[in-house]
């Protein structure tokens, strides 16, 4: 196996990797997206506080998506 056939390997191997680790922020997203629109339809009154809670929670679920994305460029 030559290097240039290693290399390409590898390159493919980095993308499945990044692939598969957006599929858990990707469910995470939805998930969490669903359940405060639930909560926003059983309580009005406190939407504002389950939004800015929300985007908080959407902060960390993207940071593990540039995290995958981080490892497939570095392995």
Do not use: S
Not at 9 to 35: C, D, E, F, Q, S
């Amino acid at each position: 196996m030559d290097v240039t056939t290693l290399a390409e390997v590898t390159g493919n191997i980095g993308t499945v990797g990044y692939g598969l680790a957006a599929i858990g922020p990707g469910i995470g997203l939805g998930i969490l997206i669903g359940k405060t629109i639930e909560g926003m339809a059983r309580q009005p009154e406190v939407a504002g506080q389950l939004r800015a809670t929300m985007f908080i929670g959407v902060a960390f679920v993207e940071v593990l998506a540039l995290l995958g994305l981080v490892a497939g460029f570095l392995f």
